[in-house]
């Protein structure tokens, strides 16, 4: 008690002193000290807001005997998925286009997820013809895929199209994936109950006007190439869980969050704009998730056994959120569908609704 009023007391006495420095100071340096004063305040309360308001996955469900494969799994959100995953028992299959940083990450993943069941292979899903290979490779060696995790993505890079004629985004963050998804139907739905979760983007909210027919993007600029792409993945769920009604499979999309992860920086980079990344690197560190906590929506769709009934839902912040209106759009994500097919060579009635 005694140690306890001297800590108050000597406390008392640093205030003071602050305190009475602070009315001598001059007037600029009031000001800038106050300024940096109401600045560590504000940020001290933001983080109990935006953190306290975090939700984190509580289900402690094994995945003992279970299959997943994730796409982007070596850095960011995919490799906290895959950490996580494989603590729960799972066989963890990660999908990584960079073989060099897919080992450093097979071996980090390993580790701390103390589950030597976690293995590497290449994919490129911006790439139809590794993405088949791979798919394939799966198919011969798999026996079950319980969870396929559709993670893998960019945020921007220098106008291009894949040889199907899709922009270069929509190429790596829907087509690839939805020619992994299709070409592993038969053994995700054999593996039933199992799931395919789409990584999406509040960035969906931003898309207008879309119209899926205009494979190349022509006539639209910047963010609006990532935000119609992140649609798609919304799209592509919902019409995966129309098409899947009674099998078993569910589907979800998701919104992890605004996460400061590696995508900004190799975005950037590949855009021609890395001084953006430097610019906003200070908003990025300081109010922006963290990858661990980034990838809590993720896992929730992967493991939460409570929303079996909710296939081709959106969900934020680990619960069930609300989509744009032109997610909700049944005709657009049929025309999704009927596109990708049709681009991809993919057998529209392979699911039929």
Avoid at 218 to 236: C, D, M, Q, T
């Amino acid at each position: 008690m005694e140690v306890a009023k001297d800590v108050v007391a000597h406390g008392k006495v640093v205030i003071g002193q602050c305190l009475d420095w602070f009315h001598a100071a001059t007037f600029p340096v009031q000001v800038a000290v106050g300024t940096a004063g109401f600045l560590a305040a504000s940020y001290g309360l933001y983080c109990v807001w935006f953190y306290g308001g975090t939700r984190r996955v509580k289900s402690r469900v094994s995945l003992k005997g279970k299959t997943v494969i994730i796409t982007g799994a070596n850095a960011g959100i995919g490799r906290e998925t895959a950490v996580d995953l494989a603590s729960r028992g799972a066989r963890v299959i990660m999908g990584c286009r960079n073989a060099i940083k897919a080992q450093a990450a097979l071996a980090e993943v390993r580790k701390r997820s103390n589950n030597n069941d976690v293995i590497f292979k290449q994919v490129d899903v911006s790439d139809l013809k590794s993405v088949r290979n791979f798919a394939e490779e799966i198919l011969r060696e798999e026996e079950r895929l319980d969870i396929l995790i559709n993670n893998a993505g960019i945020g921007g890079t220098k106008y291009s199209k894949t040889p199907e004629g899709f922009d270069m985004v929509m190429g790596t963050n829907h087509v690839g994936h939805f020619v992994l998804t299709m070409t592993l139907i038969d053994l995700i739905k054999k593996s039933a109950p199992s799931r395919i979760i789409n990584v999406s983007s509040l960035a969906h909210r931003f898309a207008e006007k879309v119209d899926y027919a205009n494979k190349s993007g022509k006539g639209i600029k910047g963010f609006e190439f990532y935000s119609r792409s992140k649609l798609a993945n919304v799209h592509f769920a919902k019409e995966l869980a129309c098409r899947l009604e009674g099998t078993g499979v569910t589907a979800y999309s998701l919104h992890p969050g605004s996460i400061y992860s590696s995508i900004w920086g190799s975005s950037l980079e590949s855009s021609g704009r890395k001084f953006l990344y430097y610019l906003f690197l200070p908003i990025f560190m300081f109010f922006f998730l963290g990858e661990k906590d980034g990838a809590q929506t993720t896992i929730y769709c992967a493991v939460d056994e409570s929303i079996t009934h909710l296939s081709g839902g959106y969900f934020a912040n680990c619960s069930l959120a609300k989509e744009s209106k032109l997610a909700k759009d049944e005709q657009m994500a049929k025309q999704l569908w009927d596109v990708s097919c049709e681009a991809t060579g993919i057998n529209p009635n392979v699911l039929t609704v």
